[in-house]
């Protein structure tokens, strides 16, 4: 990235008087003044470069900078961090109160920031907000703050993706529920662990659908949702986007209806719910009910599933898509009622590593920052494949790297913020980690849970005592017999006593373990991330830096090791 730092050119009295007012300022005696106290704004902006503008000259010494006003030009699309960019020439900036800064863009599509020194030790806002509500121009009050502006909207941990502008991956199961719903007139359910990415997907399919010209209705289920408040929000949104639709009104006068929330009345029953929903021929509608098993009625899951079994046997043009958090899909409608067949089933299991890879390859498109080959491969074994965690890892290390002023994240800075991760992630979990480690206080059964937390898994997550006596040569040093193996894992699987983290279960392949919550891998990782030999598990797991991925554990590892 290239920065050029000015400073204004000041006439000579003025300089002269500046030079008297120093000397007192110091006593005379060479001491420290007020600008050798103020943190140097020129350091943050790399090498400076030289053809300065007329009436500005080029800044070489940071202590010459420290009381100063800088004039810093950086560019503030993404190409910023293209080199050789040219960046134009630099605009004189109004002035501004200490500590702040003015952004500007030029003709060239540059910034112009007036960086002032900041003698106050109170951190402030990086990015300006409601610039339209105060009718001022859009003015980032720092470089940290111009690209935090463009991470932040890519790297969301705290909040699902909104459009396909910000999402990637999961195109396979994209597809798959797009079809449902186009060719076969089928509802979806979607369920996974919480964090990997349900509310994003479906964001993203009604988004798609909403661009095909279907009205989309969304709502998240809160406990105190009731029958009448899903009918009533159904009604309210569907009739506001219709009115707004060119034949809306012709629609509307066929119903010899004025607005579509008159069609029937929320609290009516079910039959007449679904003889009122089926006269809407000409509308073709996606019903979103996210969060769905955040529902504290268990009444009103029968009731949907009637409600979707009705609309089914009437050819009713309107689909439901309904995401939770559960185990399997058919769980989110409860297994006691009978399931109408017209339904697809869709589980989310960890991000594939091409997945992975393409969700970071995106980020650097967006934002302009890059990840180098360490961090890529810490990314990847870390987050197992976990999107909440994936999105953190990313979001804090890129943080950490423009932080530095650095546009390259390297392992450094994964590395540094995996314990901030564990706490983001699941605050809960990461502490009943810690008490379990505690409890036990045996170094060896942490070291099977670490390799435990390391071995490939199947598409269910699931994996044997022998993949773990296969890696344990090389990630422990030793050779650890399958039989010790068995009684350690036992210890974590409540048969000995204690909290159960794992459960196990008898296969054709003997005795198979899976994580009961499956962040609890992760936390373990990220809690153990200073032992965490890299290239060494990269080559146990088969991911290889062509982005290759075996879930099962290579054979022959062991003796390979």
């Not at 400076?48 to 009436?55: K, N, V």
């Not at 190409?79 to 501004?96: A, K, M, N, T, W």
């Not at 509308?283 to 009705?310: N, Y």
């Not at 797991?541 to 062991?558: R, V």
Request: hydrophobic fraction near 40%; include cysteine.
């Amino acid at each position: 990235m290239l920065f050029r730092r000015y400073k204004r050119k000041k006439p000579a009295h003025q300089t002269s008087l500046e030079s008297q007012d120093s000397e007192q300022d110091s006593g005379g005696d060479g001491g420290p003044s007020l600008s050798d106290h103020a943190e140097s704004p020129s350091r943050v902006f790399g090498e400076a470069i030289d053809d300065a503008p007329a009436d500005f000259e080029l800044v070489e010494d940071d202590a010459e900078a420290l009381a100063e006003e800088v004039l810093v030009e950086a560019v503030a699309e993404p190409s910023i961090f293209e080199e050789g960019e040219d960046l134009g020439e630099p605009q004189q900036s109004e002035p501004v109160s200490p500590g702040g800064a003015v952004a500007r863009r030029t003709e060239t599509g540059s910034m112009l920031a007036l960086a002032e020194p900041r003698y106050s030790t109170i951190p402030t806002f990086s990015m300006s907000a409601n610039s339209r509500l105060w009718r001022r121009e859009v003015r980032d009050l720092s470089y940290i703050g111009e690209v935090t502006k463009l991470f932040r909207d890519v790297l969301t941990p705290t909040q699902p993706k909104r459009s396909t502008e910000d999402f990637c991956g999961r195109a396979e199961e994209i597809a798959e529920i797009i079809q449902a719903i186009e060719e076969e007139r089928a509802h979806t359910l979607i369920s996974s662990e919480a964090g990997m990415g349900k509310t994003s997907l479906a964001n993203v399919i009604c988004q798609l659908a909403q661009e095909a010209g279907y009205i989309v209705v969304r709502l998240t289920c809160s406990p105190g949702l009731t029958s009448a408040g899903i009918i009533r929000a159904i009604l309210e949104q569907m009739s506001d986007q219709i009115e707004a639709t060119p034949a809306g009104p012709v629609l509307l006068q066929q119903l010899g209806l004025e607005r579509l929330d008159e069609l029937v009345d929320p609290e009516a029953d079910l039959e007449s719910l679904l003889s009122a929903f089926a006269r809407l021929r000409e509308a073709q509608a996606l019903i979103l009910l996210d969060d769905f098993d955040r529902l504290a009625d268990t009444s009103l899951v029968p009731f949907v599933v009637q409600l979707i079994k009705g609309l089914t046997d009437r050819g009713a043009p309107m689909t439901f898509l309904v995401c939770g958090a559960a185990e399997r899909p058919e769980a989110l409608l409860g297994d006691s009622e009978p399931l109408p067949p017209s339904l697809y089933m869709c589980h989310l299991r960890a991000l594939s590593d091409q997945d992975v890879l393409a969700v970071l390859a995106h980020a650097e498109q967006r934002i302009g920052i890059r990840f180098d080959e360490d961090a890529r491969r810490a990314m990847r074994v870390l987050s197992r494949g976990h999107a909440a965690v994936l999105q953190w890892l990313a979001f804090l290390a890129t943080r950490s790297a423009v932080r530095r002023f650095s546009i390259m994240v390297e392992r450094d800075d994964v590395v540094e913020v995996c314990p901030e991760v564990a706490n983001r992630l699941r605050p809960g979990l990461a502490s009943r980690y810690e008490e379990i480690c505690a409890r036990r206080q045996s170094e060896w059964l942490e070291s099977v849970l670490f390799l435990a937390a390391l071995a490939p898994t199947d598409s269910s997550g699931e994996f044997t005592s022998n993949e773990l006596s296969a890696i344990a040569p090389s990630l422990l040093d030793q050779e650890v017999p399958t039989l010790s193996l068995h009684g350690a894992l036992s210890r974590f699987t409540g048969d000995e006593g204690g909290e159960a983290i794992l459960r196990k279960r008898q296969s054709r392949q003997g005795t198979v373990y899976s994580f009961i919550d499956p962040a609890m891998r992760v936390i373990v990782l990220l809690h153990n991330v200073s032992r965490l030999p890299l290239d060494e598990v990269m080559r146990l797991q088969g991911l290889d830096d062509a982005g290759s991925w075996t879930p099962h554990l290579l054979e022959g590892s062991a003796t390979s090791a």
